[in-house]
Structure formats: C-alpha cells, structure tokens
C-alpha cells in the first residue's frame, strides 16, 4: 500500500498503470488508496490528472529547504525512515504481500519521497479540494486551458470526524486528568493508523499512532501526558481575485494596488504507459502569483479579466513531524501547548489531559492570517469560497510575528485550559465545555476558525449530553466511566424525534405505518448489533433529517446542546409520510423492519463476517460513527469506509500511564497477515486492551518479541 501511494505523490501512477486507470481500489479484501473521503470534492482523479496535479502542486525541492531549515531531529528521523523502508525491501525481496509481490513500481525511495508522503497529507483540508479546478487551468503545450465548464468549487472539507474528551481534577475521582480519544479514520488507505511505541532513551516515550508514511506518533501518550486530534472546522485556505492587466496580452500580468507584476509558469512532464508497453510524455503548463496557484471555474463573480489563485498555507509546510516529536516530549498539557505553538499541525485541533489534572483544547491548526475586519465586502468578495480581492494588499494575509509566514499565531488562535473538562467532535472551538463557551479576545476569533452561535451536529450535541449526564450521576470520573461512554451507541436523532413520532401513529389505519411504528416504539434507540429497528430508523432518518421547519423547540444560541429539539406539530404528517416510504423500500428489499443491526451491517475479512455496531455519526447523531462502502442492499451494509478506528483511553497512576485501546481493522491491510483482523473481535464486542507502556509491562507481555537491526 506504501509503495503504491508513492507513486500518487511521485506523479508516477500514469507510468506504471496508464493515464485512464483510476487509482488502486481495495479488492478481495486488500489495501485502496484511493482517498474515498474526498470524493465529493471531485479527488477520484484518474491516474493522469493525479500525476500532474501532485507533480505541480507539491515541489521537492521547496520540501527539502523547508525540512533543512528545521529540527536535525524531523530530518534524521525521515532519512532513517527511508533507509528503513529500504533495508525491509532488501530483506524481504520476494516475499512482500501478493499485491505488490514481484511488481516493478516497488522499489527503494529516497528521503525525497518521505518528504512528499507527508507534504500530501497536509493538503486534505486544502490544495486536494480543488485539484479539478487547478487542472482545470493548467495548458497544454498545444492547446489553452480546458477552464469553462466547472462549477463553482465547494468550501469546506467534510471527511472523517472524530470524538475527544479529556477531564481534569475537578472532574476525575483521583484528581488526575483522564483521556478519551475516538477518531474516525480510514480503514483501508494510507490515512489509516498503526499502532506504535518509539523509545529514545532518556529522550523520547510515546505509545499511539502513526499514520501510514508518517514515521512518529501523531495521537498517543507519555509518562505524563496524553492527546489526540480531531478534525477542526476552521479553514485552512483562502482564494483570491487577481485583477488582469488589460495592456499585457499574454495575460501573464495582473494588478496589485494597481502596480503590474507578472505570473510565473511552470511546465510539468507527466509519462503515460501505452497499450503497446512504450512510455509517452506529456507536459501542460501551470501558472502561479505569490498568493498562489491559478483555477479555474464558473458561477463565480470574477468578471471578464479576473484571476482566480488558491491561497494554500499548508502547501510545503514542512513542520508537522517536528510539532510531534516536540509534542511528544511535553511534561505537562502547559508544555504541550508551548509546543504547539510551532503551528505546524495541518487541520486538526489537540485535546490533551495530564498527569496534573490539566485539561487542554486548542486549535492551533495552519489557518490563514485573515482577521475579522477583513471580511467586509470591500475585501470579502465571494464567500463561498472565501474569495478575497487580491488586487488590493491590504486584503491579503496579514502576519503574527511568533508565527509562519501567512498564518494565525497561537496569541490569536482558540485554545482554552480547565480543570473540569474540554470535549469536541468536529464542531467549531466555540462549544468545547457546556458550560463555558469560547468566544475570543474583542472581536473575537477569525471567522476562519469556524462559526459561533449556531446549532451543532447531533453528534457534538450527544457527546456533551452522555458527558454531562454521567457527571451529574456520578460527580467524578474514572476510566470506566469513559470506557461506558464510549461504545454507548446512544442515537440522539431517535431521542429527540422517535417520542413524538410514536404519539403521532396513534389511531392510524395504515397497515404498514402501523408496523414501522410498533418497530421504533420497542427499538432501543441505539446501534447494537442486537438493536432492532436500527435500521428502519437510519433509512428514514436519512429521508427526514433534511425536511424543513422540522423542530418544535428551535434553537437557542444560549443553550446549544438541547436545542432544537422535538417535532413540530405541522412536520408530523410529512415524517409520517417518510417512514412509511422507507419501510415500503425495505419491504422491497426484503429487510425486515425489526431486522437486528448487526445482521445487515458487516465487515467481512477473508470470508468471515463480522458484525459491526455504531451508526452514521453527524446526521443521527451517534458517537461511534461508521462510514459504510455501500448503502442498503439485500445484502445489508457491506464493509467500512471509515469511522471508528484507534481508540485510546488514558489516565495516570504513581508509576505512569493507565492506558486501554484497540486499533479496530487491526495493523495488517495483508490479507495473509495474522494481524489482518486480530483486532476485530475485539471492536464487534466492544473490548479494548491494555497497552503495555512501562519497561516491566513490556518485559511481561507473554507476546513480546525482539528484533536487533543496525545500519550505518
């Protein structure tokens, strides 16, 4: 799977597999790596667009510099990861997995190559969401660009969530801090975990996760401290509109403050593999200003001599590996925050708890220095997709001087430390505590940072809901309680609208409604495998959740979390209406209306059919969301996209961390693998493990092996 994501950031794909091919889907129950998540922002490239995309956008050699003026750590640490990758090839030479057993685009790579692994990883929230766009103006050698006929792009990057919760002193029954973290990664691609713990003696001792190319833990725990990472809703790009010099006809020149400066280009050479097996290379030209790279797309306010750039922070930010490395060497959640003062962390908030009693939020993600004065309509062109005037400087981004060039600083970014608890699920830092909302400093946070004073995602909602509850039963916390929450498989759309529906079947006629009905009056109102009606209740909500003027109880900017709630009297006959049509479509399918979950919503890994629990996540607003590959059929939900993954819960005791976790696909996408799907069983019945972390633990885990290699 490695060896094949290579060849997507290389721009190689076209030279192995053709132009016309679409990237490696999972097959037969092996690695994808195709980026699923993105689809809906066009990203299923086929092999050519792929390579010329990446060949433009990402710049070995603006990697490079950016990795030597850093930490010597980041630096050895990526160039032992290539010598490693390496001496495994050496060593392992016939017999890698069968999917890329004797393949000739498996072969060494170079520190380069590590270095556009990470660079790719950076561009989920950014540059990958408008590839089409910037193919889109990119020239052949022969022919203008293809522009036209694209609609405007999307803003915002949708892909998977995640859930964290980490409580301080006043919240936990030892006065320590405990941490829940829940992300919902893929299962299948380069963007899925694996499971890990690195050692520099005296230096360095963190368990977690990596991600897959990315050679440090970028969710885990130390001695003292422990963390994770949820995607944040704040934006990590802008656009702009460039005014085009009319006097210029190459259209090479455009006006800022009225003073003429010049386009650069740059050409690409992508080779396409051809039937007969001989190479072709073909170039197109790519245009770029300092604001950033050129697109093109319709419906957009541009008028006839505007330039559209993607302004892309997060394009060669060369600074994630060493934000974990100095994460990972924090002492305390105050020390932790210090080092995420680094801003190198691409698009995703930190929720962190210590040994201490400290409970820490931040959104320190690379966002664009764009304060809120300059969202006026004299700058702020199009918001949409953020489309600021670029012929005018003082709408261009502005700097803090404790940060990169372009960004937000850590004085100006959300971030709070308390001492009872700090929660989020991908909503914006405004709603991090029920009980003290996060606002800002004077005007308040940029509005790239995400909206405040609007109604949350039910999953957000059940989160505070569940946390809050157990709170005011308990008073304080321990790691069962955690571990309670965290495959409760509550589903919060079915408690706030399931009552209301039930009063309004009474005294129907209709046989089928009346069915549908008594299904989701005896239904457990969670996604258990055993959980009846489960699905009855996803289909319809899938249909209902978007009717209009739908709640009773409309939503209070004051209390976000229980509101809105309840199904207006005049909704009631319209999602009736809903649920008899879904249950006229299941019947069609032939799924019962009481058909249990876990019957129809399935892994299957070598045969075998695992039964998986948890539900979509935003839209019904459950915890543990799954992402499944396929919408209902006769044969159910087939296999997860992403979703639930790694899951880690951490406190302290005297000698360390107390730490339970389970990676859920396991560590192996080989099918060959015995660690393919040892994990599975575990996640089906909701079991984490303990996670050896102390030398004596180690040494007394009856699984341990030890491997000597050296190298110079």
Same mark, same amino acid.
């Given at each position: ?127 990958? #969401?408008? +590839?089409?766009?910037? %193919?889109?103006?990119? @020239?052949?050698?022969? *022919?203008?660009?293809?522009? $036209?006929?694209?609609? /405007? ?119 396409? #593999?051809? +039937?007969?097996?001989? %190479?072709?290379?073909? @170039?197109?030209?790519? *245009?770029?200003?300092?604001? $950033?790279?050129?697109? /093109? ?416």
């Amino acid at each position: 799977m490695l060896a094949d994501s290579l060849l997507t950031v290389r721009g190689e794909r076209s030279r192995y597999f053709g132009g016309e091919a679409m990237p490696t889907a999972s097959k037969d129950g092996e690695y994808s790596v195709v980026i699923d998540y993105l689809d809906e922002h066009k990203f299923n490239l086929r092999n050519e667009d792929s390579d010329f995309f990446f060949r433009a956008y990402l710049d070995p050699a603006r990697l490079r510099a950016g990795y030597e003026a850093g930490s010597a750590e980041a630096a050895a640490l990526l160039s032992g990861y290539a010598a490693g990758y390496n001496r495994y090839l050496r060593e392992h030479a016939g017999r890698l997995p069968a999917a890329c057993r004797g393949a000739v685009w498996v072969k060494p790579i170079t520190v380069d190559d590590v270095y556009l692994m990470i660079g790719e990883k950076a561009l989920h929230a950014s540059g990958q #969401l408008f +590839a089409t766009e910037i %193919l889109a103006a990119a @020239r052949d050698e022969l *022919r203008a660009a293809s522009g $036209g006929d694209l609609p /405007a792009p999307a803003r915002t990057y949708s892909g998977p969530g995640s859930n964290a919760i980490a409580l301080g002193a006043d919240a936990t029954t030892d006065g320590r801090g405990i941490l829940l973290a829940n992300p919902h990664f893929p299962w299948f691609n380069t963007d899925r975990f694996y499971q890990i713990h690195l050692t520099v003696p005296g230096i360095y001792d963190v368990m977690g996760v990596s991600l897959g190319g990315v050679p440090i833990v970028v969710i885990g725990f130390n001695k003292d401290v422990a963390w994770t990472h949820t995607v944040t809703k704040a934006a990590h790009f802008t656009t702009f509109r460039l005014q085009r010099d009319s006097s210029d006809p190459s259209g090479m020149t455009y006006l800022v403050d009225g003073i003429p400066r010049k386009m650069s280009e740059r050409t690409v050479e992508v080779q396409l #593999l051809q +039937a007969d097996g001989t %190479l072709r290379t073909k @170039r197109k030209i790519f *245009r770029e200003t300092p604001l $950033g790279i050129e697109m /093109a797309a319709t419906g957009l306010p541009m008028g006839s001599d505007g330039i559209l750039v993607l302004g892309d922070p997060n394009r060669h930010n060369t600074r994630p590996v060493e934000q974990w490395i100095a994460m990972g060497m924090a002492e305390s959640t105050t020390a932790l925050q210090t080092a995420l003062g680094r801003m190198g962390l691409p698009w995703v908030n930190t929720i962190a708890a210590d040994r201490h009693g400290n409970a820490l939020y931040a959104d320190y993600s690379v966002v664009p220095h764009v304060v809120p004065e300059k969202f006026a309509p004299d700058c702020l062109l199009f918001a949409p997709i953020l489309m600021f005037d670029g012929s005018r400087s003082r709408c261009h981004w502005g700097q803090d001087s404790n940060a990169p060039p372009g960004i937000f600083g850590s004085g100006n970014a959300p971030a709070q430390m308390r001492r009872d608890y700090v929660s989020n699920s991908n909503d914006s830092y405004w709603l991090t505590n029920s009980r003290h909302f996060l606002t800002g400093p004077g005007s308040g946070y940029s509005p790239l940072y995400g909206p405040v004073g609007v109604p949350q995602h039910l999953r957000t909602r059940l989160g505070f809901v569940q946390l809050d509850e157990r709170l005011a039963e308990h008073g304080r916390l321990n790691l069962g309680d955690l571990e309670a929450l965290l495959f409760a498989n509550r589903v919060h759309a079915a408690e706030l609208v399931v009552p209301d529906l039930i009063a309004g079947c009474r005294g129907t006629a209709d046989p089928t409604l009346d069915a549908a009905c008594a299904v989701l009056a005896s239904w457990d109102r969670k996604v258990d495998v055993d959980s009846r009606g489960a699905i009855l209740f996803r289909e319809f909500w899938l249909q209902a959740s978007t009717l209009p003027d739908m709640w009773a109880v409309p939503f209070d900017p004051a209390d976000p979390v229980r509101t809105p709630r309840g199904v207006a009297p005049a909704a009631v006959a319209s999602m009736l209406a809903a649920l008899r049509a879904t249950a006229l479509q299941m019947d069609a399918l032939g799924v019962p209306l009481d058909a249990p979950l876990g019957e129809y919503q399935i892994e299957i890994r070598k045969g075998v059919r695992y039964p998986v629990h948890g539900g979509i996540g935003d839209v019904d607003g459950v915890t543990n969301a799954l992402h499944m590959k396929s919408a209902l059929t006769e044969q159910g939900y087939r296999d997860v996209a992403w979703g639930t993954s790694y899951v880690q819960l951490v406190g302290f005791d005297d000698r360390g961390p107390v730490a339970r976790g389970l990676l859920a696909y396991g560590q192996s996408t080989d099918p060959a693998s015995p660690y393919y799907s040892d994990q599975l069983p575990l996640f089906v019945s909701r079991q984490l493990a303990t996670l050896p972390f102390t030398h004596e633990q180690i040494l007394a885990d009856g699984n341990r092996q030890q491997v000597t290699v050296s190298e110079r």
